[in-house]
């Protein structure tokens, strides 16, 4: 019995010391431009694992994870289609679908990945038709990195964006942001409590610098 106490005690300690570390990586993700997020986990691939971990045990708890929202998207469109996955985490959308999907993110979880800044992405100018952020805009320079996902796209092209709905100040003003990155809301789901699920066409490139309104909050987890 002691040592079944032990055992217990040791796992409850190692458990708390994986959601201290995660608090710390997701702040640093918040608070840093993606070149740096990069760096930190060339630096520390194991870092990349224990975040994702801790992320999927966050998401775990919602009624509905938006990936599986935006593969049901995909699956309603032409599979010739071809999709830049941005933070692409497992793959999970590349792994679903039959289009042709570029998973990017700064670690390979899956071999499907390829590591990438996420505002350098290794593709051709207008070589997608549909990009991607399923919870994954973070980062200070979040301006490049939607530039990015335009520079990618082809005109006319989709772009879709799963974020924590906590995280937007005010969602007209960030969609008011969007049309001087060359983008027009197509459609806005706001239904559930836990994300938002926003559509954007691509009009054309950048209009101006910088973007007001283009501010998401930091996701910030309390401790349990």
């Known amino acids: 019995a002691p040592s079944g106490r032990s055992a217990a005690l040791r796992a ?3 458990e708390r010391l994986l959601a201290a570390r995660f608090r710390y990586i997701n702040q640093q993700l918040y608070t840093s431009t993606s070149q740096e997020a990069a760096q930190l986990f060339q630096s520390d691939p194991e870092a990349f694992e224990i975040y994702h971990r801790g992320f999927a045990q966050q998401v775990g708890r919602w009624p509905e994870n938006p990936v599986h929202r935006i593969v049901r998207y995909l699956r309603r469109r032409p ?4 999709v830049a996955d941005f933070g692409c985490g497992d793959c ?7 289009n042709k999907v570029h998973s ?18 290794p593709l051709a100018a207008e ?9 994954a805009l973070m980062g200070t320079n979040l301006q490049e990195i939607l530039e990015e996902a335009n520079r990618v796209l ?6 879709m964006v799963a974020e924590v709905a906590s995280r937007f100040e005010d ?19 706001l239904s559930s409590a836990f994300f938002h699920l926003l559509e954007f066409a691509k009009t054309g490139p950048p209009r101006r610098r910088p973007a007001p309104g283009l501010r998401l909050r930091p996701c910030l987890y309390k401790r349990r």
Request: charged residues 20%; glycine residues 4%; proline residues 3%.
């Open 127 to 135: 070589s997608v038709d549909v990009a991607v952020f399923c919870l």
């Open 171 to 189: 969602i007209r003003a960030f969609v008011n942001a969007m049309t001087q990155l060359g983008f027009k809301s197509v459609s806005k789901d």
């Open 92 to 98: 999970k959308i590349a792994s679903s679908v039959k």
């Open 79 to 82: 599979a010739s289609l071809v």
């Open 104 to 121: 990017f993110d700064l670690v390979p979880l899956s071999p499907l990945v390829t590591v990438c800044d996420m505002a350098k992405v």
């Open 12 to 14: 409850r300690m190692e």
């Open 154 to 159: 082809k005109q006319g092209g989709t772009l």
